[in-house]
């Protein structure tokens, strides 16, 4: 094994993902692609291993290696050619969920085939009962838009209109949707012209070895710190609130770890049957989640290929939560179980390895949707817009403030974007004091975000948790604070919650309502939870907190016990 190759080559490959992922973000349309940076770029070699990703999305990045291993079953490999692209964003093909297309480009070296440039990426509208892709009271897999098996959308480099004509028929926002699915493609041209490059330079054998090598060093590194985790069984559950369906009931997420020597087994079993409603998982998230978590836990330095992914096995039944049958929805799977799954498989892990897992973050991407048709322009708009939330409290630090939740990576849109593009006013975005779990670390801080509506209709939905259950603390640490999303329509001063104005099930997933002109929208978003006692807070942190207004007096003397005034 030539280290300093291996070196060389991996640091290329990466980079090549990483300007692919710029690419698709600077050529783009929608906010969700060119601010909220909703998606990942990779690298596979022909059998479909991940052997190169950039640091995007952590969900998908996880979900890379079975994706692609579960299309290449159905692609008839022998009969692709040079300029072949194929699409896909079917989440029972191996998917995570309908938003998410993957692109996956085949790499020809002198007519041999080598490999595969791939980029997934968030569709910010799939078509489907919701405008925005997430329909918070869906029944069945059908509601949540237009599952794509895995076809060819170019032939030999030459578009396959009928298939275009199919995709834009059946969508709201069809040039968008054009303009961000062109995006994905150049961002898979551009993967596969630096590949060749890469296999000019070096020569086929040459890079077939240090690839090989790399997968076996990253599998190496992993067994590692995983041989450095005490031997046992460890167990957590946690719980998704509601599935906006089947009124009050709640959903277990019941992970085992199981570590023996080198290897690390997750186990499911004991989670909850798979829900009416639409958070369930696949099994590319719950895998995903596993994943997600043991990386969490390790040596960032280790190389995000599928060799490091080789010692973490995987045990999902089949028709729960954690991996769902057909024709059950499953597009807040990715976005709201995931972050739980992981949450769970960490706080299981917080007896074996206390100073490398954090309290319970906010575990949710808000995903509040909408769309309408713009009364200055008449051109209708759809939008997928994600918050963020607080991180848990750490055995060495606070938890982080507004971050994306764990399993996404993604940037929120800037307000002054937000309102160039659609028709909202954002009045007020701010950090919520005492959102943070009280702790020796506090959590970190969501925060509130308020809109009020200038179009004469805008149709939302949201797919959302965490507004009931508390985001949970470690080792003494105290809960974080809810989230909550209030409405307070037109010449009122009360703001409700979506039960109270529209009788909905569930305040945290609906699907449809429509927001007035004059109407205002409260977003609230969940903190972090505490690491540690509270009690053992150092009086500086606590004075500091005070003066930067992230906890009240109130909270500094009940919790921290500070005598000042």
């Known amino acids: 094994m030539d280290m300093v190759a291996m070196s060389v080559l991996d640091s290329t490959m990466v980079s090549i993902c990483r300007e692919m992922g710029i690419t698709l973000q600077k050529t783009s349309y929608s906010t969700i692609f060119n601010e909220a940076l909703d998606f990942t770029c990779g690298l596979a070699d022909k059998q479909g291993n991940l052997i190169a990703v950039a640091d995007f999305c952590p969900a998908m990045i996880g979900g890379i290696p079975l994706l692609v291993k579960s299309c290449l079953k159905e692609i008839d490999v022998v009969s692709l050619k040079e300029g072949d692209i194929i699409l896909h964003n079917d989440p029972y093909r191996g998917g995570l969920h309908t938003p998410e297309h993957t692109f996956f480009k085949p790499i020809f070296f002198h007519g041999e085939l080598q490999g595969w440039a791939i980029a997934i990426g968030h569709i910010a509208e799939v078509g489907g009962m919701a405008p925005g892709g997430f329909p918070g009271e869906a029944t069945e897999i059908f509601h949540e838009g237009v599952r794509v098996p895995p076809v060819k959308i170019k032939s030999a480099g030459v578009d396959n209109n009928d298939i275009w004509k199919l995709l834009l028929a059946n969508v709201r926002t069809p040039r968008t949707n054009y303009g961000d699915l062109r995006a994905l493609i150049a961002a898979v041209d551009l993967g596969e012209r630096q590949m060749l490059d890469v296999l000019e330079k070096y020569g086929v054998s040459e890079v077939q070895q240090i690839i090989g090598d790399l997968l076996d060093y990253a599998e190496r590194r992993m067994k590692a710190e995983i041989e450095a985790i005490p031997d046992g069984i460890y167990s957590f559950e946690d719980s998704v609130e509601s599935d906006g369906v089947t009124p009050n009931k709640t959903y277990r997420i019941a992970v085992e770890v199981h570590v023996r020597g080198d290897q690390i087994i997750i186990d499911y079993t ?6 009416r409603g639409p958070i369930n998982a696949t099994l590319g998230v719950s895998t995903s989640a596993a994943y997600n978590a043991v990386l969490h836990m390790t040596d960032p330095s280790i190389p995000r290929n599928s060799g490091c992914f080789r010692p973490i096995k995987v045990l999902s039944p089949p028709g729960t939560i954690v991996n769902v049958d057909f024709p059950a929805p499953s597009v807040g799977g990715n976005t709201e179980t995931h972050p739980r799954i992981t949450g769970a498989i960490l706080g299981a892990m917080a007896t074996a390895v206390p100073n490398r897992v954090m309290a319970a973050e906010g575990a949710t991407h808000c995903n509040f949707v909408f769309g309408g048709v713009d009364a ?22 606070d938890g982080n403030d507004a971050v994306d939740s764990i399993n996404g990576n993604c940037r929120t849109t800037p307000v002054e974007v937000f309102e160039t593009r659609f028709p909202w006013r954002v009045e007020r975005l701010a950090l919520d004091t005492d959102s943070g779990g009280a702790g020796e670390f506090r959590g970190g801080l969501g925060y509130t975000k308020q809109m009020l ?3 004469e209709t805008i149709t939302v939905s949201q797919m959302t948790d965490r507004h009931f259950t508390k985001p949970w603390g470690l080792d003494g640490g105290l809960e974080g604070g809810c989230g909550a999303t209030l409405v307070q329509k037109k010449g009122s001063d009360k703001w409700e919650t979506m039960c109270e104005a529209y009788g909905k099930i569930s305040t945290s997933r609906y699907s449809n309502v429509d927001i007035l002109e004059g109407d205002r929208v409260k977003l609230t978003t969940p903190g972090g939870g505490g690491f540690g006692s509270p009690k053992k807070r150092v009086p500086e942190s606590v004075e500091r907190d005070l003066r930067d207004g992230y906890i009240s007096l109130e909270s500094a003397k009940s919790n921290y016990q500070y005598t000042g005034n």
């Open 376 to 397: 200055a322009s008449g051109e209708y708009f759809a939008c997928y817009d994600l918050e963020t939330v607080g991180w848990g409290g750490r055995a060495f630090a």
């Open 453 to 455: 509506c200038l179009n």
């Open 270 to 275: 004991g989670s909850s049957p798979q829900a």
